[in-house]
């Protein structure tokens, strides 16, 4: 088993642990104007939750990636998501700014810790693996619990998703996955995940703007994955092209695989997330890739 494997698996306990810290100092309080900043992974999960956090009317809520982050705007509050505490981008930032930082982090010992106002540390969702999975989706557990969300059932739906048989089949060539609101962040880190750890090809796009271009890459042995909120008809549009459109209420399909695994349909779209998560793997496994070590990537990226 790869490191991967077991991080992926672990996710469901991992959830419900990030949650026990949902009181956690600094963490943004309700009214505040809020910038989440991240690079990668953790900048996606910073989109998925600032999405939630306006959705529940707890204020305006932006999410950057850290070297994009406007410098002369006012905020209240900045979250930073950095697993590694590392990454330069997210470092730099943190020794510019004015307003009060909170870091989430797996690593209190490095500088992201060091220079954020506070620090909320998930040191047992850190990882071996290069590629973030259960680090990541407990950030953003722990932070729907901030938001007064129940993750119990959530992570409920996890440990459905852990052993879902996987829903795509052997000869699939091109993975595309959408989203709406909050799931648009899911969507582009579960892309991520496949070009990550499988060098595979996947994109990933806010549903409804697929029609608008890239669904000229749908065809026969493409898949196109919805996560959340299907747009109307958006599934014919997809089926018109050969490509399989696959979602968790779709054709009963996901939704089969789930009732038969005994959990909830639809599941949360964060447990979509792990079986991505895992059909990532079995992509790279495919190849004789290592998913723990995908080329070019490191722990995290520090600029010299
Ligand atoms: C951010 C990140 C990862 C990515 C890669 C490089 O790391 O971009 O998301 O998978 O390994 O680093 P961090 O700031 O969350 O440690």
């Not at 506070?118 to 047992?124: P, S």
């Not at 750890?197 to 026969?220: C, K, L, N, Q, V």
């Not at 399909?253 to 009732?259: K, S």
């Amino acid at each position: 088993m790869t490191h991967v494997q077991s991080e992926i698996a672990d996710q469901p306990d991992c959830w419900l642990r990030a949650a026990e810290l949902s009181g956690s100092r600094g963490l943004p309080a309700s009214g505040e104007r809020v910038a989440v900043v991240g690079c990668g992974t953790s900048w996606f999960m910073g989109q998925a939750y600032a999405v939630l956090r306006e959705r529940a009317g707890r204020g305006e809520t932006d999410a950057f990636q850290a070297s994009e982050f406007p410098i002369g705007r006012a905020y209240d509050r900045i979250v930073a998501i950095t697993r590694s505490g590392t990454t330069t981008e997210v470092v730099e930032l943190l020794e510019k700014v004015k307003a009060p930082t909170v870091v989430i982090t797996a690593d209190a010992t490095q500088p992201a810790a060091a220079l954020a106002t506070e620090a909320v540390v998930l040191d047992f969702a850190d990882e071996q693996s290069v590629v973030q999975t259960r680090f990541a989706t407990s950030a953003l557990a722990l932070l729907r619990a901030h938001l007064g969300e129940d993750i119990t059932p959530i992570a409920c739906d996890a440990e459905v998703a852990v052993r879902l048989p996987l829903p795509v089949r052997d000869d699939v060539e091109q993975l595309t996955f959408l989203g709406r609101g909050w799931t648009v962040g899911l969507a582009l880190e579960a892309a991520l995940k496949c070009r990550e750890a499988a060098t595979f090809w996947a994109e990933a796009y806010p549903a409804m703007d697929y029609r608008h271009g890239p669904i000229s890459i749908a065809a026969p042995r493409r898949v196109v994955w919805a996560f959340g909120e299907i747009p109307a008809n958006l599934a014919d549009d997809v089926e018109a092209t050969g490509a399989a459109f696959l979602h968790a209420r779709h054709h009963g399909g996901f939704a089969a695989l789930g009732r038969w695994c005994g959990g909830r349909t639809p599941m949360d779209p964060m447990a979509d997330l792990i079986v991505a998560q895992r059909v990532a793997v079995e992509l790279a496994a495919r190849q004789g890739l290592d998913p723990d070590h995908p080329r070019n990537l490191s722990r995290s990226v520090v600029l010299a």
